[in-house]
């Protein structure tokens, strides 16, 4: 009973803040910058490249600048190389099986390539999240400027990240991020977990295509949440995060879209797409406040920036959007937990 009262007391601890607002800050002006930019010249639809592409401000929060600036660079290899992948499918119209034979081993080579780095937050969702969501809109430019525009958005990120760095003008050229060769154990380890990537993605993504889901990308991106905790409880902890804090999520997303009493488009009506994006900077930056000290706290905030650029992206009936990305982050938070509780035992063989 003891340990069952610690492990709910942990699903709702907030850890104390430190200083969360400037990481905070740092992403949501690198989310703001670009996606205002393109909604002056009237191409909100784009945002979804330049939301992915600022996403590079979530990695090295709290390394000094110089460390920062190579992390946030090694980042956005991952992040880029998945809207590549995305925007190249969505360019060529491969079906659903197509997409999850993709993701699913962009999944598993994404999740050698975080270890190798040690890339913080851990683990490749976000770029396999970007492949999904570019993947599953239709290609509305050609597929070098989508990868400009992201590419562009990324590195705007980085000079947000780095600028602080005036105030001291220090540059040591023997510091280096703690990663090292995969070797002996770690690289044993390292493989364990991609092949754990590659079963949790691969699994969801079929239950979402067999079911008939328009977005089993959704399904695919919830299953890699649950492995990148760094024990079984955490991994539990955070797919019942994911669940939960999605469908509070989508109670925002539908208050926002259904255009009810509290809808925000009613105050600005013909001025929908310059509402929806400054909700998306708003809740990226309540995103990045909670994002390490409640991980379902900041996935209420996260759900509508996801789901409100994919909208501005392509529109989709909202009913439909909500309904269907609730079941597919049920279905793909189960599948992500039930992979490392099953598979926990190889793991530990790998290790020894």
Sequence with gaps: ??????????????????????PALRVALSVA?????????????????????????????????????????????????????????????????????????FAGLG?????RIRLRPNGPFFAILALGACA???????????VLIAALSAAFSMVVGFVGWVRGRSWNPTVVRNAGPLLGRRRQEALVHALKYVAAVGTAGSIGV?????????????AAVPLAAADMP?????????????????????????????SPLLLFPGNEPA???????????????????????AMVSFTPVIL??????????????????????LVGALVGIAVVVLLRRPLRRAGS
Excluded: K
Aim: hydrophobic letters at 50%; charged letters at 10%.
């Design 136 to 146: 599953s809109v239709p290609a509305g430019t050609p597929w070098h400027v989508a």
């Design 308 to 329: 409100l650029t994919a909208q501005l992206a392509d529109p989709i009936d909202p009913y439909i959007l909500v309904m269907e990305r609730g079941i597919e982050t």
């Design 210 to 222: 067999i079911s008939g889901s328009g977005h089993p990308h959704w399904a695919m991106a919830a």
């Design 275 to 297: 509402v929806l994006a400054i909700v998306v900077i708003a809740c990226q930056f309540t995103t990045e406040l909670f994002m390490t000290r409640h991980y379902g706290l």
């Design 33 to 105: 910058v670009p996606s205002l930019v393109l909604l002056t010249i009237g191409r909100p639809d784009l945002m979804i490249y330049a939301v992915f592409g600022a996403f590079t401000g979530m990695y090295g929060r709290r390394e000094p600048h110089q460390l920062r600036l190579r992390h946030q660079g090694q980042a956005a290899i991952l992040l880029l190389a998945g809207v590549s992948v995305g925007v190249g499918l969505s360019a060529n119209h491969v079906p659903g099986w197509g997409l999850v034979l993709v993701e699913t081993a």
């Design 234 to 262: 955490s991994s539990v902890y955070r797919g019942i995060h994911r669940i939960v804090g999605t469908f509070l999520g989508l109670v925002v997303v539908a208050v926002v879209l259904f255009q009810g009493p509290m």
């Design 1 to 22: 009973m003891q340990t069952l009262l610690t492990h709910v007391r942990r699903l709702h601890s907030i850890e104390p803040a430190n200083r969360d607002h400037l």
């Design 111 to 115: 999740s050698l390539f975080s270890d």
